[in-house]
């Protein structure tokens, strides 16, 4: 028999939480999740996606992403129980969403997540579009620019966590869920 890990531990309180939303509570709508084991650098990482309930995804194509992650060393430290290991597990939010006018919904986006995070946990957004699909000429010229745009939204926590953060863990969620809905509201 072997004890569960840090990541093992945090991954099911997070599931535990967000079925409890899904399935109980009607809040959320989860879409996908996933539990990979990467076999070429020996890291795990778990993802949970999930909608809001009341929202079709037709509707607006507006997701939330739970990422955690737990390298080789974190995993070799805990099971072998390395004096000097501090084993914990990294965490990252993304945020899916189509856009139209990313020179005005991008920092409309940011601006909404960082009134719900910390100042100094800033947003990444990468843009994204299929050539070919809903197209139009730029000011009559061959140059074509897409009319809807994928936005990835990444936030990154700037430190690690493991089993003492446990406690935080629904309020983490309340924070992505305010902060989905905050997305949908700067995009619309």
Known sequence: ????????NLKIAFENQLYDLDNLDGVIS??????TLDLAVMSRTWTLTFVLAQVELKQVPLSAEIVLSSSVQDLAG???????AHPACSLMLRFHCLIDNPLEQCPKIERAIT???ERNMLPRQSLSA????ELHPVHGSPIWLPIIYRNTIELPFNRR???????????L????????????????
């Open 130 to 133: 299929m050539f070919d699909t």
């Open 30 to 35: 989860i879409i996908d999740r996933k539990d």
């Open 173 to 188: 969620i309340q924070y992505t869920i305010n902060t989905l809905e905050a997305v949908g509201d700067a995009v619309l």
């Open 161 to 171: 966590i493991n089993e003492d953060q446990m406690d935080d863990i629904e309020q």
């Open 1 to 8: 028999m072997f004890d569960p890990t840090i990541f093992e």
């Open 115 to 117: 009134e719900i995070w």
């Open 78 to 84: 805990e099971i072998l129980e390395y004096d000097k």
